[in-house]
């Protein structure tokens, strides 16, 4: 059974940073892509970022560039998202996600405020 | 960027009717189009990919079709679990886009 556990969320001022993690199993996660999606309160769904199976090709939105670093590590099959200087537009559920297989994890709630 | 324009935004439908939701996409796109359902609280669920597949274990009711730009989603003969809301995205390049959604209730 595929699974993609996210973690790392919380609370958190703005301005301030935080780190996601997404664990992969029931797949090969080394041979796949995968994305972070984030959706906020009663909105649609917005892609973050890329990263490729080697993580040689990275791509994020206009919305985080310079913010956000996105990392995998294949070894411990380990999807994360650094996120800095976040701001009160980045309150999302958080999903980690391969879009061509059909893969989500369950979401982990970011909040961003004072 | 490719836009996706999505529509209608919600309707109510009947038990047993036939029911179309479509995606028109701002650029080509080349059938890189799926189709997912998200319940309440849940993740989203994959339903249709590559525009015109039905992913595994879902019900043969469900289809996908293309007609130029626009990409539809129907429904045949619509039972009560398949309320939820409906959206695309487009993976022909990235960024990915996703349509604004489409919130499928029973009258």
């Known amino acids: 059974e595929v699974q993609l556990v996210e973690s790392g969320g919380g609370l958190v001022q703005p301005g301030r940073s935080l780190k996601l993690s997404c664990v992969a199993s029931?797949?090969?996660?080394?041979?796949?892509?995968m994305n972070w999606i984030r959706q906020a309160p009663g909105k649609g769904l917005e892609w973050v970022a890329y990263?490729?199976?080697?993580?040689?090709?990275?791509y994020y939105a206009e919305t985080v560039k310079g913010r956000f670093t996105i990392s995998r590590d294949n070894a411990k099959n380990t999807l994360y998202l650094q996120m800095t200087s976040l701001r009160s537009e980045d309150t999302a559920l958080y999903y980690c996600?391969?879009?061509?297989?059909?893969?989500w994890g369950q979401g982990v709630m970011v909040t961003v405020s004072s | 960027d490719i836009q996706m324009t999505q529509s209608p935004s919600s309707i109510s439908v009947s038990l047993g009717d036939r029911f179309t939701i479509t995606c028109r996409a701002s650029?080509?796109?080349?059938?890189?189009l799926s189709w997912y359902q998200q319940k309440p609280e849940k993740s989203p669920k994959l339903m249709i990919y590559?525009?015109?597949n039905l992913e595994d274990g879902v019900p043969s009711r469900f289809s996908g079709s293309r007609s130029g730009s626009d990409y539809s989603l129907t429904i045949n003969s619509l039972e009560s679990e398949d309320t939820g809301i409906y959206f695309c995205?487009?993976?022909?390049?990235?960024?990915?886009?996703f349509g604004s959604g489409t919130k499928l209730e029973i009258k």
């Open positions: 996600a391969n879009h061509q297989r059909g893969y």
């Open positions: 029931g797949f090969t996660f080394s041979n796949y892509g």
């Open positions: 990263i490729s199976s080697g993580s040689s090709y990275i």
């Open positions: 650029q080509d796109i080349g059938n890189y």
């Open positions: 590559r525009a015109t």
């Open positions: 995205l487009q993976h022909k390049q990235y960024p990915l886009t």
